[in-house]
């Protein structure tokens, strides 16, 4: 009988339903680092969204088989290690096609209008004091005619392109940073960075991705730019990215990860109070559909694995 524990169950809020196998299933609304091992020990398959399984953790568990992650990313997983132990990982990729792409547009219209800044001018009754019957203080920009830039170019990422489409904005797709040509329908990353009024990152985080947009990239963006992130938050230096917005060097940014999550330690960008400046707290993945879709997938890549034909695997 298999053993499956699910390390962080709180990350998802929709029901899930129990494989069709004889197992035993412990649920765990969260786990805490000094926690992972014990809980670990029993288990032949794990479940997990963002708890971190490292060597440390990843050697002690003498039943471990199979990882399922309860995402599509997985930088919290030693891949590496993993393979060596014959511990198979397997994530769902594709089940945020419409909630991440929509969460981006959300954003992105929400900051091209100045909506945060506008809210906030009612609920300081400014509007109500104008002599003038509209409050006109910011600017208000269309999307249409815009350049949106796109690093990274997986299925969210043309999700998003889609979505730009449709409402007339012109589309760059970046090359891999540092290479010296662009491939057919791409364009050269720092020319993206150099041309797009929007940019919007689509991209794992790994060792090659890690501080991807710093000081100096940022430095090669338009002074009126968006910066977009819902992919992973070491993609951006987020000291440079608070420095940019506080010196109006850049137009502003949506932030749907940090570096830190939960930030209980703080961070620069959620101490900014910027009406530029729009940070939700990871939920660019977590519409109901999209959830109910990454719950059933989940399952059917347990089932696959005990059957003997894995699916999704990452490892």
């Not at 990152?201 to 009126?224: D, F, N, Q, S």
Request: glycine residues 8%.
């Amino acid at each position: 009988m298999q053993t499956i524990v699910f390390l962080d169950r709180g990350t998802i809020t929709v029901p899930m339903r129990r494989p069709n196998f004889a197992h035993e299933w412990i649920d765990h609304d969260r786990t805490a680092p000094d926690e992972t091992v014990e809980r670990l020990l029993s288990a032949t398959i794990t479940l997990t969204n963002k708890v971190p399984l490292r060597e440390p953790e990843l050697s002690a568990p003498p039943k471990l088989k199979c990882i399922a992650l309860t995402a599509t990313g997985y930088d919290n997983v030693d891949i590496a290690f993993c393979r060596k132990r014959g511990i198979a990982v397997a994530n769902v990729p594709g089940y945020a096609k419409n909630s991440v792409p929509e969460h981006v547009l959300m954003l992105l219209l929400a900051l091209r209008r100045n909506l945060p800044a506008y809210r906030d001018a009612v609920r300081a009754g400014r509007w109500q004091q104008s002599s003038q019957p509209i409050l006109n203080e910011l600017p208000v920009e269309d999307l249409r005619g815009s350049t949106l830039g796109l690093i990274g170019y997986g299925d969210l990422a043309k999700g998003v392109e889609k979505l730009a489409r449709a409402f007339g904005m012109e589309i760059l797709v970046a090359e891999r940073q540092g290479a010296a040509a662009a491939r057919a329908g791409r364009t050269l990353f720092e020319d993206v960075l150099r041309r797009s009024d929007v940019i919007s990152l689509h991209v794992p985080l790994t060792e090659e991705t890690r501080g991807l947009i710093g000081a100096k990239e940022l430095a090669m963006m338009k002074r009126t730019a968006l910066l977009l992130n819902t992919a992973r938050g070491g993609l951006i230096d987020e000291a440079a990215l608070a420095e940019a917005l506080k010196s109006g060097r850049l137009g502003g940014a949506g932030m749907d990860m940090l570096s830190q999550e939960p930030p209980r330690d703080g961070n620069p960008l959620i101490d900014l109070r910027l009406p530029n400046l729009i940070v939700t707290p990871h939920i660019a993945w977590a519409s109901r559909q999209a959830q109910e879709l990454l719950a059933e997938e989940v399952i059917q890549n347990i089932e696959a694995f005990v059957a003997g034909k894995p699916r999704n695997l990452v490892s």
